[in-house]
């Protein structure tokens, strides 16, 4: 059976920094993509970027370079998406998801996490 | 950037009726096109895909359809569970952008 977790709830300061993280279990974690999607409370779904385990190719939406970075260790079957320094704004849920795709590229997310609160606030 | 627009907002539908949705994109995605429900408190999931092709699991009261830039996914008798936000996703063009959500509500 297909399953990704994601790492529990985190409430944070701004400027300080943040790793959470997605593991993937019941598939060959290195054949398939990871993507990240952000939820601000209330609000609708955003990809944010993916990555392919398998040779740590990633992209980024435009709105999220530089925002934060998304990485991954095979060996541990674990994606991670990471800030340097947190903002207020950062307050969101975030989703990790198994991407569907094949040799051409990357497409819709059929395998998703339960979802990582994230909370900025001093 | 392809823009994902939605329509309703929110829909108000009896239990047992059809409710249809609206998605529409800014330029062509072919039939690059899923669907997503969300429900509340919950992580969205897969629906429909390729525009028509429902995920597995995925119960045949669902059904999607169009291409180009114009979409709609039906659901043909709405059962309690169904009462959720959905979300159209286009794979066409990079960046993967949504719209912005349909609430379908209980009337």
């Known amino acids: 059976e297909v399953q990704v977790v994601q790492s529990g709830i985190e409430l944070k300061k701004p400027g300080e920094s943040l790793r959470i993280s997605c593991t993937g279990s019941g598939y060959t974690f290195t054949d398939h993509w990871i993507a990240w999607v952000r939820q601000k409370s209330g609000k609708g779904l955003e990809w944010m970027g993916n990555i392919y385990p398998g040779d740590s190719d990633t992209r980024y939406s435009p709105s999220f370079q530089g925002q934060v970075t998304i990485s991954a260790d095979k060996s541990i079957s674990t994606a991670y998406l990471q800030w340097s320094s947190l903002k207020a704004s950062d307050t969101a849920i975030y989703f990790c998801?198994?991407?569907?795709?094949?040799?051409?590229?990357?497409?819709?997310?059929?395998?998703w996490g339960q979802g990582t609160l994230v909370t900025v606030s001093s | 950037e392809t823009v994902m627009t939605q329509s309703p907002t929110t829909l108000s539908v009896s239990p047992g009726e059809r409710a249809a949705l609206s998605c529409r994109a800014s330029?062509?995605?072919?039939?690059?096109l899923a669907w997503y429900q969300q429900r509340p408190g919950q992580a969205p999931r897969l629906l429909i895909y390729?525009?028509?092709t429902r995920a597995t699991g995925i119960p045949a009261r669902f059904s999607g359809s169009g291409s180009g830039t114009e979409f709609t996914l039906t659901i043909s008798s709405l059962q309690s569970e169904d009462f959720a936000v959905y979300y159209c996703?286009?794979?066409?063009?990079?960046?993967?952008?949504f719209g912005q959500g349909t609430k379908v509500e209980i009337k």
């Open positions: 998801a198994r991407v569907e795709g094949d040799g051409s590229g990357f497409y819709y997310l059929n395998y």
């Open positions: 330029q062509s995605v072919s039939s690059y």
């Open positions: 390729a525009a028509s």
């Open positions: 996703q286009q794979y066409d063009t990079w960046p993967r952008t």
